[in-house]
């Protein structure tokens, strides 16, 4: 089984400044890593995702990950935010179980980010 | 251009009143997906559809039920629904498994009264 920590419940942080959103995960297996954004009322949109190879992952909105195997981290970067990133962001893993899983998501508790002005 | 589209978007219902919501993509996935979001938590797997091959998480109550009948279409049914049970739905489908993306639909806000 999987589990996923999210280090931080709520980030507040100005606008241009930089930001890290923590992710730890736990897994017996190899896996596959995602971070998500959700917005008020609203489904989730992918940002970005690691499945091999290069460890640091580029996604959208200007949004950086770099996957850690020994720390067992996956940690969210932006270095200048935007009052528009203020949302929600979910950290995720799913099992590398060799075709057997069915790629099922286990979240974390998700980040608040606040952008200020 | 939306892909995975819910319907509908706020749904409130009464105690007991069985509910149905509905989902439907446009991306010809094979995998349908339903999750539980309440309030301030992180989403939690209901059940899947690979195909037509049903799959229930085990702590998934028996209160719900799903129904996919063609590969666009996935139906969550709430057949006694409780208090408890007020909160947002996501569907959400993937080509395939392992390491594919998952598409979210916007989301139904169920309500219980």
Avoid at chain 1, 51 to 64: A, D, P, R, Y
Avoid at chain 1, 81 to 96: K, L, P
Avoid at chain 2, 50 to 59: G, I, L, P, Q, S
Wanted: charged share 15%; glycine share 6%.
């Amino acid at each position: 089984a999987q589990s996923v920590t999210q280090l931080d419940s709520q980030v507040p942080v100005f606008e241009e400044a930089p930001v890290e959103l923590r992710c730890n995960y736990s897994s017996s297996v190899s896996v596959y890593l995602f971070w998500y954004v959700q917005y008020p009322n609203q489904g989730l949109q992918l940002l970005l995702k690691y499945l091999s190879g290069s460890t640091l992952v580029k996604g959208i909105n200007g949004f950086e990950a770099e996957f850690n195997k020994s720390q067992t981290s996956f940690h969210l970067r932006k270095p200048s935010v935007h009052i528009s990133d203020t949302a929600e962001y979910f950290c995720a893993v799913s099992a590398n179980a060799g075709g057997t899983s069915y790629g099922k998501l286990t979240f974390g508790q998700g980040t608040i980010l606040t952008v200020h002005p | 251009d939306a892909m995975v589209i819910q319907n509908p978007r706020y749904q409130v219902t009464q105690f007991g009143k069985p509910v149905t919501l509905s989902c439907s993509q446009t991306l010809n996935h094979n995998v349908m997906y339903w999750y539980q979001q309440k309030s301030s938590q992180a989403p939690k797997l209901l059940f899947h559809y690979y195909d037509k091959d049903f799959n229930n998480e085990a702590d998934t109550p028996d209160n719900f039920q799903s129904r996919r009948p063609n590969t666009s279409f996935c139906f969550l049914d709430i057949r006694s629904p409780g208090l408890g049970d007020a909160a947002m739905y996501l569907c959400a489908t993937s080509r395939d498994f392992e390491g594919d993306t998952q598409y979210f639909g916007p989301g139904t806000r169920l309500t219980v009264l």
